[in-house]
């Protein structure tokens, strides 16, 4: 079974603070995305890592794909309220074009 | 440019009973992929639909089938529904030809079942 765990599960943090959340596999994926949603609306994808090694900036968050393309870390500098959220991510296993999803991690960002 | 739409947003049904949840994809988009996402968790993947066929199925029971029409519109239907199928269900769309495509999701189906 191909699972895809994140950590923490959950997260409250003051403004102005720096986070990272980390997805975890035993499992090869071909590219892992990112996604954040929030309550009554679908996930909105944030970015799509491909090459191992890879690093991805979106202003204020970072995205890194493990060398091995087993792992990934969303790294969030000077955390705003707005960032408040569900935070998945999803990859899709080398040979397949099934997504797996994460456990997912809970933010929240308090003023 | 509309993006991924799902119908009906909310829904109520009873042990035993059929229910067909709808999306639209994203325009331009060909391939529809549906989630079940239980309270709390992370979306799990029930199938995905290429060229109008079922490409991928995730550990989901044949109770769950689908179809896509030829303007890329997807139906999912669920017969003998059970209490554990109460969930959001969720339709994203993305361009098939190749892997790694962003999934462009709606805001899913709240199906509840008494």
């Known amino acids: 079974t191909q699972l895809l765990e994140q950590s923490p599960q959950f997260l409250s943090i003051q403004e102005g603070e720096n986070l990272t959340v980390y997805c975890n596999s035993s499992?090869?994926?071909?590219?892992l995305q990112w996604y954040r949603q929030e309550p009554g609306e679908g996930p909105v994808l944030l970015v799509t890592?491909?090459?191992?090694?890879e690093v991805k900036k979106l202003k204020r968050l970072t995205f890194q794909f493990g060398d091995a393309r087993k792992d990934s870390s969303l790294h969030i500098t000077a955390a705003q309220p707005g960032d408040t959220g569900l935070y998945l991510c999803?990859?899709?296993?080398?040979?397949?074009?099934?997504?797996?999803f994460g456990t997912g991690t809970r933010l929240k960002v308090l003023a | 440019d509309a993006g991924v739409t799902q119908s009906p947003t909310h829904l109520i049904k009873t042990r035993g009973q059929q229910v067909t949840l709808r999306c639209s994809p994203k325009s331009g988009h060909d391939t529809v992929s549906w989630y079940q996402q239980a309270l709390g968790q992370g979306p799990q993947f029930i199938f995905q639909?290429?060229?109008?066929?079922?490409?991928q199925r995730g550990n989901f029971p044949d109770r769950f089938s689908g179809h896509q029409f030829p303007n890329y519109s997807s139906e999912l239907n669920v017969n003998a529904l059970l209490l554990g199928d109460s969930a959001l269900y969720l339709c994203?769309?993305?361009?098939?030809?190749?892997?790694?495509?962003?999934?462009?999701f709606g805001d899913g189906t709240r199906l509840s079942i008494l």
């Open positions: 890592v491909v090459t191992g090694g």
């Open positions: 639909y290429y060229e109008e066929e079922e490409r």
């Open positions: 999803a990859g899709i296993p080398s040979g397949t074009y099934k997504y797996i």
């Open positions: 994203a769309s993305s361009l098939g030809g190749l892997r790694n495509q962003p999934q462009h």
């Open positions: 499992s090869v994926f071909s590219s």
